[in-house]
């Protein structure tokens, strides 16, 4: 499984960014994937921001809740993580990721996904 992510960039505070990847391969059946979206700030661990499971359950972190919306579409094969009211401390490399489906709880853990893209840079301007 192969993972391209895009649409980040330098935006400043309040602003708002989509971000996409689009995951591909030869098996690959989008439907039976849980993915997610995962962040890294410089000087600290890669950390969950929101899933969307098979089944369409979506969790987030608490520090996001409100403010960004994870979404899929199966017959495109495409993740979308919309961030609105961006803050600095949003500040990070965002990653797509993906696994086979299981739980919620799984589809939270940075360690559960055997798939990532190559990473997006989001920079908030205060």
């Known amino acids: 499984v192969q993972l391209q992510a895009s649409g980040g960039g330098l935006v400043q505070a309040g602003d708002s960014l989509r971000l996409s990847c689009a995951p591909s391969?030869?098996?690959?059946?989008?439907?039976?994937?849980?993915m997610g979206w995962f962040r890294q700030a410089p000087g600290k661990e890669r950390e969950f921001v929101a899933a969307?499971?098979?089944?369409?359950?979506?969790p987030y972190a608490d520090s996001v809740k409100g403010r960004f919306t994870i979404s899929r579409d199966n017959a495109k094969n495409m993740v979308y993580l919309q961030m609105n009211s961006l803050k600095p401390e949003d500040t990070a490399v965002y990653y797509c990721?993906?696994?086979?489906?299981?739980?919620?709880?799984?589809?939270?853990?940075?360690?559960?996904?055997?798939?990532w893209g190559q990473g997006t840079q989001v920079t908030v301007s205060s």
């Open positions: 969307i499971t098979g089944s369409g359950i979506t």
């Open positions: 391969g030869r098996t690959f059946t989008f439907s039976r994937y849980d």
């Open positions: 990721a993906a696994k086979l489906a299981g739980s919620v709880f799984a589809a939270m853990q940075t360690n559960g996904y055997p798939y």
